[in-house]
C-alpha cells in the first residue's frame, strides 16, 4: 500500500491550548491522545511545529536507528545554543555531533564510574547525615545539592579549595538561566543568535565562563593531570580525529552541557525513586535488607522500575530534514518524529500492569532496548546514562542504609512539569529518623 501523505490525525483543538495542556498535563495529553488517535498521532507545540508522537516500539527503533542526517536531534535544542554555546553536543548534528560525542564518550565508559564511587559515597553520606529528623522535609532540593557537589568533584574536578565555593555559585546561577523563563522566553523572542547582544544576558554567563577558565588554565598546567580522573582533566588531554586538542571553548561548551544534562534529571529521578518506594514500604524494607548484605540486583532492578513509571523526561525529538517513510505515512521534511517514553513505558502489552510500581519486573526480565528508553536512544542516547544508574545506586544504597524514610503525606505524589523534567509535585517530601 501506498503510505499516506502528510501527518497523521491528532487533538484538533488550537496550537496554543495544545502547548498550555501539553506543559501542564503531558500525561493526561498524551493517554488521551493515544486512546483516541492510536500508536501515532500529531500533536501542535508553539514555537516547536509538529510532533508525531510514536508509541509502538517497532517505530521507535525505526527513528533511533534511522540516518543522522535525516533525524536531527541537536536542531530541536537551538534554544540552549546561546547558554551551552555552539559546541554543546546536545545542539550540533550530524559530523560536527559525533565528533563531539566521541571526544566525551571515554570519560562516562560503563566501568570508569567506579572511579568515582568512594566521591559520590562520601558526598552522599554528608549530605544525608545533615537532614532533620522527624519533620516533613523536601528531598528534591536536597537530592539537587547532592547531584551539584557529585558534578563538582568529578566532572569539574574540584575538591575543596578557595575556588569551590564561588564556582558553586558561578553553576547554581547558571543552572538557573535554563529554566528561568525570563531567560527562555527571550531567547524564544529574539532567536537564539541576538541573545547573547543583549548585555543583561552575558553579564550571567560571562562570571560562570570566567571561572571555568581559570580552572581549564591552572589545570592544564597541573603536575598530576595525566593520572587525574575527573571529566575535565580528561578532556584536556583528549584529541581530535586530526590530533588537535579541544579549544577552551570546546571544553567550557561541554562541561556546562554535563551539568545541565546531568544535574536535575538525575536529582529528579533520585527524588521520584524515593517517592515510590516510601508509598511502597514492603519494597523499601527489601531494598533496606538487600543493600545491607551486599547485593546489587533489587537496587537496580528498583533504580529501572523508578525510571519506566517515573521518566524524567517523557518524549525525545527528532527533526527530520527530509520525507521519511513511517507507519504507513510519508511524513513531511521539517515536522519532528517523537519516540514516546511516557506511553512506551506505559504499555500494558509491554508491562502488565504498568501503574503498578514493581521493581520485581525487571530481577529476571533485563530491560528492552526499545521497550525501556528512559535515556532516548541510537546515536543521541543519553551520554550519562550509566553515570546516572550508577550515581543513583550510591545514593540510595547510602540513603536506605542511614535513615529510615517514611511519607510526609500518605497520597501519591503527582508529576509535576518544571522546566523539561517531571517532578513529583510536592518535591517528595518525607519524614525522615
Ligand atoms: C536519570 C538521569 C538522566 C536522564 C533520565 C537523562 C535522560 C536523557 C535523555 C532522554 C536524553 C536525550 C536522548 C535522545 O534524544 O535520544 C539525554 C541526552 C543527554 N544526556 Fe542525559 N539523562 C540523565 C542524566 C545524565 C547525566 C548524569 C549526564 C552527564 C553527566 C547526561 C548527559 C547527557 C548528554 C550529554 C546528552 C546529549 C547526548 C547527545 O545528544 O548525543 N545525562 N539524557
Given at each position: 500500500?501506498?503510505?499516506?501523505?502528510?501527518?497523521?490525525p491528532?487533538?484538533?483543538m488550537?496550537?496554543?491550548?495544545?502547548?498550555?495542556?501539553?506543559?501542564?498535563?503531558?500525561?493526561?495529553f498524551?493517554?488521551?491522545?493515544?486512546?483516541?488517535?492510536?500508536?501515532?498521532?500529531?500533536?501542535?507545540?508553539?514555537?516547536?511545529g509538529?510532533?508525531?508522537?510514536?508509541?509502538d516500539?517497532?517505530?521507535?527503533k525505526?527513528v533511533f536507528?534511522?540516518d543522522?542526517?535525516v533525524?536531527?536531534?541537536?536542531?530541536?535544542?537551538?534554544?540552549?545554543r546561546?547558554?551551552?554555546?555552539?559546541?554543546?553536543?546536545?545542539?550540533?548534528?550530524?559530523?560536527k555531533?559525533i565528533?563531539?560525542?566521541?571526544?566525551l564518550?571515554p570519560p562516562?565508559?560503563?566501568?570508569?564510574?567506579?572511579?568515582?564511587?568512594?566521591?559520590?559515597?562520601d558526598i552522599?553520606?554528608?549530605e544525608?547525615?545533615?537532614?532533620?529528623t522527624?519533620?516533613?522535609?523536601k528531598?528534591?532540593p536536597?537530592?539537587?545539592?547532592?547531584?551539584?557537589?557529585?558534578?563538582?568533584?568529578?566532572?569539574?574536578g574540584?575538591?575543596?579549595?578557595?575556588?569551590?565555593?564561588?564556582?558553586?555559585e558561578?553553576?547554581?546561577?547558571?543552572?538557573d538561566?535554563?529554566?528561568d523563563?525570563?531567560?527562555l522566553?527571550?531567547?524564544?523572542?529574539?532567536?537564539?543568535d541576538r541573545?547573547?547582544?543583549?548585555p543583561?544576558?552575558?553579564?550571567r554567563?560571562?562570571?560562570?565562563?570566567?571561572?571555568?577558565g581559570?580552572?581549564?588554565?591552572?589545570?592544564?598546567a597541573?603536575?598530576d593531570?595525566?593520572?587525574?580522573?575527573?571529566?575535565?582533566s580528561m578532556?584536556?588531554?583528549?584529541?581530535?580525529?586530526?590530533?588537535?586538542?579541544?579549544?577552551d571553548?570546546?571544553?567550557?561548551?561541554e562541561?556546562?552541557t554535563?551539568?545541565?544534562a546531568?544535574?536535575?534529571?538525575?536529582?529528579?529521578?533520585?527524588?521520584?525513586a524515593?517517592?515510590?518506594?516510601?508509598?511502597?514500604?514492603e519494597k523499601?524494607e527489601?531494598?533496606?535488607?538487600?543493600?545491607?548484605?551486599?547485593?546489587?540486583?533489587?537496587?537496580?532492578a528498583?533504580i529501572?522500575?523508578?525510571?519506566?513509571?517515573?521518566?524524567?523526561?517523557?518524549?525525545?525529538?527528532?527533526?527530520?530534514?527530509?520525507?521519511?517513510?513511517?507507519?504507513g505515512?510519508?511524513?513531511?521534511?521539517?515536522?519532528?518524529?517523537?519516540?514516546?517514553?511516557?506511553?512506551?513505558?506505559r504499555?500494558p502489552?509491554i508491562?502488565?500492569?504498568?501503574?503498578?510500581?514493581?521493581?520485581?519486573?525487571?530481577?529476571?526480565?533485563p530491560?528492552?532496548?526499545?521497550?525501556?528508553?528512559?535515556?532516548?536512544?541510537?546515536?543521541?542516547?543519553?551520554?550519562?546514562?550509566?553515570?546516572?544508574?550508577f550515581e543513583?545506586?550510591?545514593?540510595?544504597?547510602?540513603?536506605?542504609r542511614?535513615?529510615?524514610?517514611?511519607?510526609?503525606?500518605?497520597?501519591?505524589?503527582?508529576?509535576?512539569?518544571?522546566?523539561?523534567?517531571?517532578t513529583?509535585r510536592h518535591?517528595?517530601?518525607?519524614?525522615?529518623n
Amino acid at each position: 500500500m501506498d503510505p499516506i501523505k502528510g501527518l497523521p490525525p491528532g487533538p484538533r483543538m488550537p496550537r496554543a491550548l495544545q502547548t498550555a495542556i501539553w506543559s501542564r498535563q503531558a500525561q493526561w495529553f498524551l493517554e488521551q491522545s493515544r486512546a483516541r488517535f492510536g500508536r501515532m498521532f500529531t500533536v501542535k507545540i508553539a514555537y516547536e511545529g509538529d510532533w508525531v508522537l510514536l508509541s509502538d516500539p517497532e517505530l521507535v527503533k525505526q527513528v533511533f536507528t534511522g540516518d543522522p542526517r535525516v533525524f536531527h536531534a541537536g536542531e530541536g535544542n537551538q534554544i540552549l545554543r546561546p547558554i551551552l554555546g555552539e559546541n554543546s553536543v546536545l545542539v550540533l548534528d550530524e559530523k560536527k555531533h559525533i565528533a563531539q560525542r566521541k571526544l566525551l564518550l571515554p570519560p562516562f565508559h560503563g566501568e570508569r564510574m567506579q572511579a568515582y564511587g568512594e566521591q559520590m559515597a562520601d558526598i552522599a553520606a554528608r549530605e544525608i547525615e545533615s537532614w532533620p529528623t522527624g519533620v516533613p522535609y523536601k528531598l528534591r532540593p536536597r537530592m539537587q545539592a547532592i547531584t551539584l557537589e557529585i558534578v563538582l568533584e568529578t566532572v569539574f574536578g574540584v575538591h575543596g579549595g578557595e575556588r569551590m565555593g564561588p564556582l558553586r555559585e558561578a553553576l547554581r546561577d547558571f543552572l538557573d538561566l535554563t529554566t528561568d523563563p525570563k531567560v527562555l522566553l527571550p531567547v524564544l523572542a529574539v532567536g537564539p543568535d541576538r541573545i547573547n547582544r543583549i548585555p543583561a544576558f552575558r553579564r550571567r554567563t560571562e562570571r560562570v565562563d570566567r571561572l571555568i577558565g581559570q580552572e581549564m588554565a591552572e589545570r592544564r598546567a597541573a603536575e598530576d593531570l595525566a593520572e587525574r580522573e575527573d571529566v575535565l582533566s580528561m578532556l584536556l588531554l583528549a584529541r581530535h580525529e586530526d590530533g588537535s586538542p579541544m579549544s577552551d571553548a570546546e571544553i567550557r561548551d561541554e562541561l556546562l552541557t554535563l551539568l545541565v544534562a546531568g544535574h536535575e534529571t538525575t536529582a529528579t529521578a533520585l527524588s521520584w525513586a524515593m517517592e515510590r518506594l516510601t508509598r511502597h514500604p514492603e519494597k523499601l524494607e527489601r531494598l533496606r535488607a538487600e543493600v545491607e548484605a551486599g547485593e546489587e540486583e533489587y537496587l537496580t532492578a528498583t533504580i529501572q522500575e523508578t525510571l519506566r513509571l517515573r521518566p524524567v523526561i517523557v518524549v525525545v525529538l527528532r527533526k527530520l530534514t527530509e520525507p521519511v517513510e513511517l507507519g504507513g505515512y510519508e511524513l513531511p521534511a521539517g515536522a519532528s518524529v517523537a519516540p514516546c517514553i511516557h506511553l512506551i513505558h506505559r504499555d500494558p502489552e509491554i508491562y502488565p500492569e504498568p501503574h503498578s510500581f514493581r521493581p520485581e519486573r525487571f530481577l529476571d526480565n533485563p530491560p528492552g532496548t526499545y521497550t525501556w528508553i528512559p535515556f532516548g536512544g541510537g546515536v543521541r542516547r543519553c551520554l550519562g546514562a550509566a553515570f546516572a544508574q550508577f550515581e543513583m545506586a550510591v545514593v540510595l544504597r547510602e540513603l536506605v542504609r542511614r535513615r529510615e524514610v517514611k511519607p510526609a503525606s500518605p497520597a501519591s505524589e503527582r508529576p509535576f512539569r518544571r522546566a523539561i523534567t517531571e517532578t513529583p509535585r510536592h518535591d517528595a517530601e518525607v519524614i525522615l529518623n
